[in-house]
């Protein structure tokens, strides 16, 4: 199993910025992703990452949302701006040796604990 530990969240009013970082001791994973989920609501894909590849968005993170790998630190990276009230969530990093994509959580057995995303307005 793989562990996983995200940071960098915290509150911002909207239009502000954030980077999110996900750091991992397991080097080369095929699938780094973010998803993310408010009190009542489901676990939703911001952005997925294969190794070597592309990040793929979210509708709702393009154009907004940057998501880097730094392989040399085994850390994914998620750059927040322009957040709007509506991003506030508790982000999670997950990771997947299988499957790459943003459309279901089902997809990604290891999970991090989270950190907290508060927008005002």
């Known amino acids: 199993q793989v562990h996983l530990l995200e940071s960098g969240g915290g509150s911002v009013q909207a239009g502000g910025s954030l980077n999110l970082s996900c750091t991992t001791p397991t080097k080369g994973l095929y699938c780094m992703a973010w998803f993310r989920q408010s009190p009542g609501k489901e676990r939703e894909g911001v952005a997925s990452?294969?190794?070597?590849?592309?990040?793929v968005y979210a509708d709702f993170a393009k154009g907004r949302f940057t998501a880097t790998r730094d392989y040399a630190k085994n850390t994914l990276h998620l750059q927040m701006n322009n957040l709007k009230p509506e991003d506030s969530a508790m982000y999670y990093c997950?990771?997947?040796?299988?499957?790459?994509?943003?459309?279901?959580?089902?997809?990604?057995?290891?999970w991090g604990q989270g950190t907290q995303v508060t927008v005002s307005s």
């Open positions: 990452f294969v190794l070597l590849g592309r990040a």
């Open positions: 997950a990771a997947s040796s299988t499957r790459c994509t943003v459309q279901t959580s089902d997809a990604f057995p290891d």
